[in-house]
């Protein structure tokens, strides 16, 4: 059974860092497509950082240059830094894993094309 475990969430200032984690297990990690969703309240789910097997990364317009994905495959874990965090990044995050292997672009375009989920773990950034 897949299952995936975030954690790293915490209440920070504008202006802060956090770095979350993913960890999976269940399944071949090394193989599968994973990626950082969010979602705030009253919004939909936003996809903000995806990365393949090999570690080429993916990321939505509201956080490159301020967070980095990447994923260490000996320990079945991804990783989310997060730098510079605004009030607007105030949400909950969940990690995400698909399968199949296609472009990164993709899986941004629409969060239900993962098929599997964590519970998710809240950021959230006070003024």
């Known amino acids: 059974e897949v299952e995936l475990v975030e954690s790293g969430g915490d209440s920070v200032e504008s202006g802060g860092s956090l770095k979350l984690s993913c960890t999976g297990s269940?399944?071949?990690?090394?193989?599968?497509?994973m990626g950082w969703v969010r979602q705030a309240p009253g919004k939909e789910r936003e996809v903000i950082a995806v990365?393949?097997?090999?570690?080429?990364?993916t990321y939505a317009a509201s956080v490159e240059g301020r967070f980095t994905i990447s994923r260490n495959n000996g320990k079945n874990t991804m990783y989310l830094q997060m730098n510079d965090l605004k009030p607007d990044d105030t949400a909950m995050y969940y990690c995400a894993a698909s399968a199949a292997n296609f472009e990164g672009s993709w899986y941004m375009a629409r969060a239900q094309r993962f098929g599997y989920w964590g519970q998710g773990t809240q950021v959230t950034v006070s003024s």
């Open positions: 990365i393949s097997w090999d570690s080429a990364a």
């Open positions: 269940g399944f071949t990690f090394h193989s599968y497509m």
